[in-house]
């Protein structure tokens, strides 16, 4: 008598190896050499490349087709759902694939036998590497393009570290905190991380003025 269900399963494991997987590649915090290389031989045998423009722009994509990620993730999806089968396709996200990347939102429309998943390094670890200090016991967090109540991240421990956009700047967080009571910190300010123009200052957070232009950058905030 056939045992169908050993059958089936045979079947989707001979398909599974066939399967051309979708990469999904974590770039680390910006320059070239914070790339694993692991990640990097997943993008170099890829002919497909997806990410944000400025993620594209950063790579050498040249005998690549390319497809730039903007409002539309929809439409990114479809793409990839019309091409992964018969290319190789990677899917290039900044920082770490598993810190407020893309990577959720494809988990919800793809298997996890369709995704093969390589981590980077993140913006957070290399600022905490750039500051000697470690970050097992750090409050972790992200305002680009949300808000949370990191206030009470702050006031419940000495480290915290939130990535942030063109809306909280470190002066808005600084005002935030304030306005909560908090008072008694320090926030560091890594801009450009990894790149040559790399700049982290360092400043009390009643002290941040209010004109100064930073960059899309990682504050790290403590209690000293």
Excluded at 27 to 33: E, Q, T, V
Excluded at 145 to 164: I, Q
Excluded at 193 to 206: A, G, H, P
């Amino acid at each position: 008598m056939i045992n169908w269900d050993c059958v089936v399963m045979v079947i989707e494991c001979w398909r599974n190896i066939g399967m051309n997987k979708i990469k999904v590649v974590g770039l680390g915090p910006g320059h070239k050499d914070y790339i694993l290389p692991k990640g990097m031989e997943a993008i170099n045998n890829s002919n497909i490349v997806i990410g944000a423009k400025r993620n594209l722009q950063a790579m050498n994509l040249q005998g690549k087709e390319s497809y730039e990620i903007t409002g539309n993730l929809d439409g990114a999806i479809d793409f990839i759902k019309n091409k992964y089968i018969d290319n190789r396709v990677a899917v290039i996200v900044s920082g770490d694939t598993g810190f407020y990347s893309l990577l959720t939102f494809l988990k919800k429309h793809f298997t996890a036998e369709e995704l093969e998943v390589i981590p980077g390094i993140s913006s957070m670890q290399y600022m905490f590497a750039r500051l000697g200090e470690s970050w097992e016991n750090a409050y972790l967090g992200s305002l680009h393009g949300r808000d949370n109540s990191f206030a009470e991240g702050v006031r419940e421990h000495k480290k915290v570290c939130l990535l942030t956009d063109k809306k909280w700047t470190p002066f808005m967080i600084a005002q935030r905190l304030i306005e909560e009571g908090v008072k008694d910190r320090v926030m560091y300010i890594g801009e450009n991380l990894s790149y040559e123009n790399e700049r982290i200052t360092r400043v009390d957070i009643n002290k941040i003025d209010r004109d100064t232009v930073y960059d899309i950058c990682v504050v790290v905030i403590v209690y000293e």
